[in-house]
């Protein structure tokens, strides 16, 4: 089992850039695959970035592509997603996520089906 605790969220201004942190307990971290997911007032929560266990691939809504970057470093049990350009309608609790299973293709892991574990979230607000 593993719990991960999202940091790094806050206020920024349009075309600003945040870095998130997830740490995630535990010795068995570089066998989990991670994901990133979020949830704005009034939506429901969707897929924002997945990495696999070795990081060897990686996997982005189409929306947030060539904009956010997640990694990993297991030296330090964390995954990271850097959102760069950022606007108004990125505002969302911005959630990381676990798993230890493993699936064929790195596409798989974009529904919230596919992780066990989930922090409380960071908010990440951007303004106008």
């Known amino acids: 089992q593993v719990q991960v605790v999202e940091s790094g969220g806050g206020l920024v201004q349009t075309g600003g850039s945040l870095r998130l942190s997830c740490a995630a307990s535990?010795?068995?971290?570089?066998?989990?695959?991670m994901g990133w997911f979020r949830q704005a007032p009034g939506k429901e929560r969707e897929f924002v970035a997945a990495i696999t266990w070795d990081g060897s691939a990686t996997n982005y809504a189409d929306s947030k592509k060539g904009r956010f970057t997640i990694s990993r470093d297991d030296a330090k049990n964390t995954v990271y997603l850097q959102m760069n350009s950022l606007k108004p309608e990125d505002t969302a609790v911005y959630y990381c996520a676990a798993t230890p299973s493993r699936y064929s293709s790195v596409s798989s892991y974009s529904g919230e089906y596919a992780f066990d574990y989930w922090g409380q979230g960071t908010q990440v607000t951007v303004s106008s």
């Open positions: 535990g010795r068995t971290f570089n066998s989990y695959a």
